[in-house]
């Protein structure tokens, strides 16, 4: 992979993607981590006398939306940077379908006037789009600081054969993770579930969950990757044993802690949903935690939006912030969760990454990553 501090960039005009798929309201950054994250590399070309036109997304438009503009970010970026001279930053990307088609035309229209082209958005690289794949065919491209340091983090988990590695898996989105299970079975001797995955676990193997997240359509996965998982020595799935349910995931109402084996009775979550994961299983989470050398942590293990419902992530989080192992969190909810805690510093590295994240740790090739070979 090409870097961007082995190239000579004075005076040159610079075409840089960076990640602006930030959460906005009201007009304003709500989060600028993933701006944040690209600061290094913004002020070594400014400060080497580049002109720098700064590409990114935000959202999944469908056309112009004027929700999803990108003069918030322009705002933001003004204030990190403290100047507004030497750079501009282009419309959201995906206002032009010709981004997510890797329009040719579209990718020409980007790289018009510039002289080399800089990836700073680890977070888009598993996209085939204009701006990660099409561009880089036309200019000589490198990868920023950002990536760079994205790359470092995530090989020591994926590469590194330290054990016992702990992978802790919650949220939605279980088609997604999946892959995740089933690549890193060979290199993984713990994994954690919570969170609407632990769910799908579960009902998949007959317990009755009521109204609970569950992904139905996975079941047939989630058995396999089960059987995969427990047929190998010295490999272990743990799903709650212990669970926290209410009348409704949005507020609390009716709490209750039951054992998890209390809901293969069809009875018993008749109008309940599944909203944390309970004291006992945070215990026995605990102690995996506690001896594992490494960890990765994708998705939360209960509704954390609800202040009632966060306990379980919160127990998981000190507890992973607190161990000795090198540690790595990725997706927006987790790491938007550790740093709302106040411990985001305490783990080894947070990752600006979802689905990318997830597919570099699952042994797939980025597209965008490939584009700077
Ligand atoms: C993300 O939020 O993970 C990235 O910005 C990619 O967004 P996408 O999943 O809409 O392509």
């Known amino acids: 992979m090409k870097k961007i501090h082995e190239v000579e960039i004075q005076n040159k005009n610079i075409l840089i993607r960076i990640d602006t798929d930030v959460p906005i309201e009201n007009g304003k950054v709500k989060n600028d981590r993933r701006l944040r994250a690209s600061l290094k590399t913004l002020k070594y070309l400014l400060e080497n006398n580049a002109k720098v036109t700064i590409i990114g997304h935000i959202g999944r438009p469908d056309g112009e939306d004027p929700e999803l503009k990108i003069r918030p970010v322009e705002d933001k970026l003004i204030e990190l940077l403290g100047t507004h001279q030497n750079w501009q930053i ?35 690289c598993h996209r085939s789009h204009a701006s990660t794949v099409g561009i880089a065919k036309l200019l000589p491209s490198f990868a920023g600081f950002s990536v760079q340091h994205e790359i470092e983090n995530l090989e020591k988990i994926s590469k590194d054969k330290e054990k016992p590695f702990t992978v802790i898996l919650g949220g939605a989105k279980i088609a997604d993770k999946l892959p995740v299970l089933k690549n890193l079975t060979s290199r993984t001797q713990n994994f954690l579930i919570g969170g609407a995955i632990g769910s799908t676990f579960l009902a998949a193997r007959r317990h009755h969950l009521g109204e609970s997240l569950v992904e139905e359509e996975a079941f047939r996965d989630a058995n396999i990757v089960w059987q995969s998982i427990t047929d190998e020595p010295d490999r272990n799935i743990f799903l709650p044993i212990d669970l926290v ?42 102690k995996v935690i506690a001896k594992s050398k490494v960890i990765f942590w994708n998705g939360n293990m209960g509704i954390t939006e609800v202040p009632a419902f966060a306990d379980g992530s919160k127990q998981i989080a000190e507890a992973v912030a607190g161990s000795e192992a090198f540690s790595v969190i990725g997706g927006g909810d987790t790491v938007g969760f550790i740093e709302n805690i106040g411990l985001a510093d305490k783990v080894s590295f947070c990752s600006t990454g979802g689905g990318a994240t997830l597919e570099y740790i699952s042994g797939k090739d980025l597209p965008g990553l490939k584009a700077l070979e």
């Open 90 to 124: 282009l419309e959201n990307l995906r206002f032009n379908k010709g981004e997510e088609e890797n329009d040719p035309d579209f990718a020409r229209q980007l790289a018009v006037g510039q002289d080399l082209f800089v990836q700073d958005a680890f977070a888009t």
């Open 245 to 286: 349910i209410s009348h409704s995931i949005k507020k609390a109402e009716g709490v209750r802690v039951i054992k998890t084996s209390e809901t293969l009775d069809p009875e018993t979550m008749k109008e309940y949903a599944i909203d944390d994961i309970g004291p006992k299983t945070v215990e026995e989470y605990k």
